[in-house]
Antibody
Framework: QVQLVQSGAEVKEPGASVKVSCKAS????????INWVRQATGQGLEWLGW????????GYAQKIQGRLTMTRNTSISTAYMELSSLRSEDTAVYYC???????????WGQGTLVTVSS | QSVLTQPPSASGTPGQRVTISCSGS????????VYWYQQLPGTAPKVLIY???QRPSGVPDRFSGSKSDTSASLAISGLRSEDEADYYC???????????FGTGTKVTVL
């Protein structure tokens, strides 16, 4: 079955960077896009961007473009999301999500809490 | 910022029918599939409805989705206590070239 397992919680200072990993299993990693979504405590869902693991092509939400980088390592079926110049408002749970055949974000990772605090 | 608008809350007694609306525009709901997610406290969202009205295997047929023009709705019939959760609609937005989510609706079973 499709599984996405993310790296553990992170605590970072303002201005630092964080890199979250998402290891995929149960399907061919390069066949489906990976999206990243975040959710601040008590808030709604915010889409951050997508990556095609086969080509490496990416697309980012305008709000976060310039600070967000999505990469992958196909040899270990792992996607990465790196967010730089962290601010307190970046504190949230970050999810990786694999799409289905129609492009719907379908299979979710368990989430990674990123806390930005001095 | 949420582009799709949902009511903040909805409630009903066990066995009742609850409907949640999702209002968008021609660049998202009007031109794309709508999907719905259920999020139980402390867990990742789970797909309830995809391609406007399709249910993944394992999702009870008490849940149904529909779409008309630039709006969509999720109906929960035969409400049960385990349906207490947050519900989000979502769609691809052609103008933003990205997925957009609804503001979320908290369903309470009285």
């Amino acid at each position: 079955q499709v599984q996405l397992v993310q790296s553990g919680a992170e605590v970072k200072e303002p201005g630092a960077s964080v890199k979250v990993s998402c290891k995929a299993s149960g399907y061919t990693f390069t066949s489906y896009d990976i999206n990243w979504v975040r959710q601040a405590t008590g808030q709604g869902l915010e889409w951050l961007g997508w990556m095609n693991p086969y080509s490496g092509n990416t697309g980012y939400a305008q709000k976060i473009q310039g600070r967000l980088t999505m990469t992958r390592n196909t040899s270990i079926s792992t996607a990465y999301m790196e967010l730089s110049s962290l601010r307190s408002e970046d504190t949230a749970v970050y999810y990786c999500v694999r799409v289905d055949g129609s492009g719907t974000p379908y299979y979710w990772g368990q989430g990674t809490l990123v806390t930005v605090s001095s | 910022q949420s582009v799709l608008t949902q009511p903040p809350s909805a409630s009903g007694t066990p066995g009742q029918r609850v409907t949640i609306s999702c209002s968008g525009s021609s660049s998202n709901i009007g031109s794309s599939y709508v999907y719905w997610y259920q999020q139980l406290p402390g867990t990742a969202p789970k797909v309830l409805i995809y391609r406007n009205n399709q249910r993944p295997s394992g999702v009870p047929d008490r849940f149904s989705g529909s779409k008309s023009d630039t709006s969509a709705s999720l109906a929960i019939s035969g409400l049960r206590s385990e349906d207490e959760a947050d519900y989000y609609c979502a769609a691809w937005d052609d103008s933003l070239s990205g997925h957009v989510f609804g503001t979320g609706t908290k369903v309470t079973v009285l």
